[in-house]
């Protein structure tokens, strides 16, 4: 069977003019690697889970729907970071990760409380901060730094 895809939600905020975006830093990783928020679907998890398995195993269906993915990423979004993500959401795409597994990204304007206590329960997550846009292109790892590039058109287009 193919790995199951990731779902990331890169969260943003307007700051004086600038935006801003939440990335985090892995636990297990020694290096400064830098990312967008994600998650891989658990093989026992929840219902979201269960239905993506389901059309993973489907010969035509090989692939999850985005808005399973989405509410995939929402879920594990509030979870770990312990706010609620709202529509509307921008959805910057896909990018492939070790493993062969492809992140979808999407982004949506969010100002969490970092210091709330569910980000220091989260095991997987050793930081997250917001960065202004030039630092969160300098710091991510290469890979995801088009979304990052994605977010800023699509803010500059906006106004």
Do not use: N
Request: aromatic share 6%.
């Amino acid at each position: 069977m193919p790995s199951l895809p990731s779902a990331g939600l890169l969260a943003f905020r307007r700051t004086e003019g600038a935006a801003e975006v939440l990335l985090t830093r892995p636990r297990a990783s020694g290096r400064r690697i830098w990312q967008v928020p994600g998650w891989e679907p658990d093989a026992g998890e929840e219902p979201v889970v269960a239905t993506i398995e389901e059309r993973l195993r489907q010969p035509r269906s090989r692939k999850p729907t985005r808005a399973q993915l989405l509410t995939l990423a929402c879920a594990r979004f509030a979870t770990s970071f312990g706010c609620e993500a709202a529509a509307p959401f921008l959805f910057l795409g896909g990018v492939k990760q070790h493993r062969h597994r492809i992140l979808y990204v999407w982004a949506t304007e969010l100002d969490c409380d970092l210091a709330a206590p569910a980000l220091s329960g989260s095991g997987a997550v050793a930081m997250a901060h917001y960065l202004d846009l030039a630092d969160a292109r300098r710091l991510i790892v290469s890979s995801q730094r088009r979304f990052v590039d994605e977010l800023e058109v699509l803010l500059r287009h906006q106004r």
